[in-house]
Structure formats: C-alpha cells, structure tokens
C-alpha cells in the first residue's frame, strides 16, 4: 500500500530564511507527486504536482526515486507562506494519498 | 462559478444522532470524495465516487454511508453519531491528473 510520511509536524522558521519541508513515500509503481497548500480560512488547494517541474510561489519540489522523497523547498521564507502543507501521492485510481501535513509558522 | 460548496458549515450533534453533509459542485467532474482531517492524522480518505452511482470506500469508512445523488451532489451520513466522529470533513472533486478541488469544509463537534 502507498505511504506519505512528512516527519514533522510543526516547524517554525524566520522571514528571509530557507524553508524545506519534508515528504517521503512508498509506492510499488511509479509515483505521481503533489503538495498541497491550506493558508488560514482558505481551502486546501494544490501547489504543485512533481510532473510539472515548475515553481510556484516561489517553491520548488524535486522527486527523487532513489530516496523516495518529494521535499518542498523556499530559499527566502515571506510571512505570507505560514500555512498548512501536505504532501499526497496519486494511487493509481484517481486518489490521493495525503501526509500529515506540516504546519509553518513564517515569523517576521 | 462556487466551485464545491458544503452544507453546513458546523454542526454539533449529541451521541447516537444523525446528520447528512451535502457536497455539490459545478465543475463538471466526474470523481467526488470526502474527507476528514483531524489534529496529527493529515486528510483520510472515508469515501470516494468515479462516477455518478458509483462508490468505493476509502481509508476510514466505518461510521459513514455515502450517496452519490447525480453528478452534481455527493452526500455523507452519520447514522448514529459519536464523539470520535468529531472532525472538520471535506468533500472534493476531481477529474483526471489528480487534482483535486476542495470544498470549505464542515466543522462538526459530537458530544
């Protein structure tokens, strides 16, 4: 069965400085990647799915198959970014398999 | 456009009481599905439609029943409430490609 592990759950960081937030995953075929966005009184929303390869809001997410991983990543925090984050793997029959999710916290 | 949209949004219930969550859309999609998120527990799965009269359950199905009405509208039913069923649920559509569109959610308390 496909797995999403996002190993923490809160993570505070400063305006200006790197954010990286963790996914991993297990899955017996080849995966499809996504990582979707909660900000406060707001729907969840998709921010980007790895098949795309392209930056929004200035994040960025790599799939790497040799480490089963799919971190997001943000050089410069901005405070617009503290939100709830979940990484979700497809599973083949148009589901989603969602983490945890993360909790940022983007202090000024 | 709404979208996906949820009715009601909060509810409170007393254990061993009922309620049905309405979902519609008017994206056109042909897969709904509802969700519950709770504190450290992510989104889970508790059941999902392909098509209209069609349903499959997900992850967290026991305590649920589902109707998929039309294309339009995918309901969820508490027969008999518990307080572990206390939750925010979210109903979502999709099409191919595995995005999915989210609904705002319902907030329901049982005590």
């Known amino acids: 069965a496909q797995r999403v592990t996002q190993p923490e759950k809160l993570l505070s960081v400063f305006k200006g400085a790197p954010v990286e937030l963790k996914c991993n995953y297990s899955?017996?075929?080849?995966?499809?990647l996504f990582w979707y966005v909660q900000y406060s009184r707001q729907r969840l929303q998709l921010l980007l799915r790895h098949i795309s390869r392209e930056s929004i809001k200035g994040f960025t997410a790599d799939l790497n198959k040799g480490e089963t991983s799919f971190h997001l990543k943000k050089p410069f925090a901005q405070e617009e970014d503290s939100a709830m984050y979940y990484c979700a793997l497809g599973d083949g029959n148009n589901r989603l398999a969602f983490g945890k999710g993360n909790q940022v916290v983007v202090i000024p | 456009n709404a979208g996906v949209t949820q009715t009601p949004k909060f509810q409170v219930l007393k254990t061993g009481q009922s309620m049905t969550l309405q979902c519609a859309q008017d994206?056109?999609?042909?897969?709904m599905y509802w969700y519950r998120q709770d504190p450290g527990m992510g989104l889970r799965l508790i059941y999902y439609?392909?098509?209209?009269?069609?349903?499959d359950k997900g992850e967290v199905p026991n305590g649920y029943n589902v109707s998929r009405l039309n294309k339009r509208e995918f309901s969820l039913r508490l027969e008999s409430a518990a307080p572990s069923q206390t939750s925010v649920y979210f109903c979502?559509?999709?099409?191919?490609?595995?995005?999915?569109?989210f609904g705002p959610g319902t907030r329901l308390t049982v005590t």
């Open positions: 899955y017996s075929g080849s995966p499809e």
């Open positions: 979502a559509t999709g099409e191919t490609g595995y995005e999915q569109y």
């Open positions: 439609s392909a098509s209209e009269g069609t349903t």
């Open positions: 994206m056109n999609h042909n897969s």
